[in-house]
């Protein structure tokens, strides 16, 4: 089974802080993913990497960066925290292929802001 | 603009009743993919179907069922005889490709909130 893990299920960090979730897939996948959930939104993605090293924004990247040093981890970086960041973050990963584009997720970390 | 609408927001039945979430998408590709997931409380998103654009056949996997018709641009999902273990949110969405295919950005639906009573 595609195993996709997030560091925290629940992080409380203060205004300003630099705030690291990592993300960790065990299927070898070329493809990670970091999308923000809130209420009456869906999912939307704030990054995506297609290789190491590489990165697209995705549909709302400000405040947040991310890094990719190797294939299995996929960092997001809130760089000084603000409350507005106050979500829940799910990483998802998939291979490249478009017969094989299947997204597994973890389990989400849900991130208050104080 | 590509784009998916659920909108039914929260929808409650007793258990054993059928129930149908809704799923109409929006696109200018002529290849794509739809996917259903499902959100337990837990809150990890666990995958149940991808259809591709060009698979119109409605596919069933035990309880679930799926119908997808390109005609109206939807993408329905019905669950018969609804269990308690159902109740979760249910998330469409539609793969955007990119890249030749090599990246596979999802655009999600705002979810449905399925509410089993027993």
């Known amino acids: 089974d595609v195993k996709v893990t997030q560091s925290s299920r629940y992080l409380v960090k203060r205004t300003g802080e630099k705030v690291f979730l990592e993300c960790v897939q065990d299927?070898?996948?070329?493809?990670m993913f970091w999308y923000r959930q809130d209420p009456g939104l869906g999912l939307r993605l704030i990054y995506f990497?297609?290789?190491?090293?590489?990165?697209e924004k995705g549909d709302i990247p400000e405040g947040y960066s991310v890094s990719r040093e190797k294939k299995e981890r996929f960092s997001l970086i809130l760089e000084s925290a603000s409350t507005n960041q106050t979500s829940m973050y799910l990483c998802?990963?998939?291979?490249?292929?478009?017969?094989?584009?299947?997204?597994?997720f973890g389990a989400g970390t849900r991130l208050s802001v104080l | 603009a590509q784009k998916v609408t659920q909108a039914q927001t929260e929808i409650s039945v007793v258990e054993k009743e059928d129930v149908t979430l809704d799923c109409v998408y929006e696109t200018r590709d002529t290849t794509y993919y739809l996917f259903w997931y499902k959100q337990p409380p837990s809150g990890e998103l666990v995958f149940l179907i991808r259809?591709?654009?060009?698979?119109?056949q409605n596919e069933i996997s035990g309880r679930y069922s799926w119908n997808f018709q390109k005609s109206t641009s939807s993408f329905n999902f019905t669950i018969t005889a609804s269990q308690v273990v159902d109740s979760a949110v249910y998330f469409c969405a539609l793969s955007e490709l990119n890249y030749g295919g090599a990246t596979n950005k999802l655009i999600f639906g705002t979810g449905t909130l399925l509410a089993v009573q027993p």
């Open positions: 259809r591709n654009s060009f698979d119109e």
């Open positions: 998802a990963s998939s291979s490249p292929a478009p017969a094989k584009n299947i997204q597994y």
């Open positions: 990497s297609y290789d190491v090293k590489m990165k």
């Open positions: 299927m070898d996948h070329e493809n």
